[in-house]
């Protein structure tokens, strides 16, 4: 059983419709896919619908949070959508959005660069504006090479010369909030040192007394050695591990399935979840 369980779409910065995602997970020969919008649910329906036989969607979310000054993206899965003061928090995240991708616009142009905000508006589409979105800008212009490379402090990076906050979770709500819900939450690629500071263990020990259900080891922000100084981690604090590619179609170079999660820890995640379930086959939704 091949499991990928973090993928995006173009309900916020993935090239792929969620119905594009799915079928395209079917044909990279994925058994269970899960889309993972930033901050929003909005493509769960769509990605639903057009669900091959033989695949299963895993509904969840990436969720944007800080703590300590540091970025941090919360997986989480399988939670009730529309569990109110969740749903909340999630609009409020969405809706910050669009001007601190203007005002990312704003200082890149007062770095020099030809940006615009009407650029930035035809790549983000209908999807929820973000980083993503103003680096390919970038890329576009020819100001750096790939999207990766626009997440470092000299242009988009935590800190960078045209970073601007946003409204962002405290990642103790967020496990919080997710819990209420009845889903599960996974700190995403949790050592990812490109793209700028990362979250002490300490921190992440803390966010496992918590109730963090996991954390992401196998992923391209990862190299080896940092795979196994994470598993250990996860051993000594009780965490589940996951891998996953972070696809965002023709935005990153990584391929579906390219990282996996195992099925026994698959199975300990839909276990623990009572928000939502796995939709299977052709069609299906997800029930609360």
């Not at 792929?16 to 044909?27: G, I, Q, S």
């Not at 979250?199 to 020990?205: D, K």
Request: hydrophobic letters at 40%; aromatic letters at 4%.
């Amino acid at each position: 059983m091949r499991i990928d369980l973090h993928t995006h779409s173009t309900a916020s910065d993935g090239t792929d419709t969620p119905a594009e995602l799915v079928r395209n997970a079917a044909a990279a020969g994925l058994d269970v896919v899960a889309l993972t919008d930033h901050d929003t649910v909005r493509g769960h329906a769509e990605a639903a619908a057009a669900l091959p036989e033989g695949l299963t969607l895993v509904p969840g979310a990436e969720l944007s949070c800080r703590v300590d000054g540091v970025g941090l993206h919360m997986l989480a899965y399988l939670f009730d959508p529309d569990e109110p003061e969740f749903a909340r928090e999630r609009e409020l995240v969405r809706d910050d959005r669009v001007p601190r991708a203007r005002a990312m616009v704003r200082k890149l142009q007062e770095l020099g660069v030809p940006v615009t905000w009407e650029q930035v508006a035809r790549i983000a589409g209908d999807g929820s504006v973000g980083r993503p979105h103003v680096a390919t800008a970038l890329v576009e212009l020819g100001v750096v090479p790939t999207v990766s490379d626009a997440f470092t402090p000299d242009w988009l990076g935590d800190g960078g010369r045209a970073y601007a906050e946003k409204h962002e979770l405290d990642p103790f709500d967020a496990i919080r909030l997710v819990k209420a819900a009845g889903g599960v939450t996974v700190f995403a690629h949790p050592a990812a040192v490109k793209r700028g500071r990362t979250v002490p263990e300490a921190r992440i020990a803390e966010l496992a007394a918590a109730g963090l259900d996991g954390i992401e080891v196998d992923h391209m922000d990862h190299d080896e050695p940092t795979r196994t100084r994470l598993r250990a981690l996860a051993r000594e604090l009780g965490l589940l591990t996951t891998g996953s590619s972070d696809y965002h179609g023709s935005r990153k170079t990584v391929e579906l399935g390219a990282y996996t999660t195992d099925p026994e820890i698959y199975g300990e995640i839909t276990r623990r979840a009572t928000g939502a379930f796995p939709v299977p086959g052709a069609g299906g939704r997800a029930t609360a």
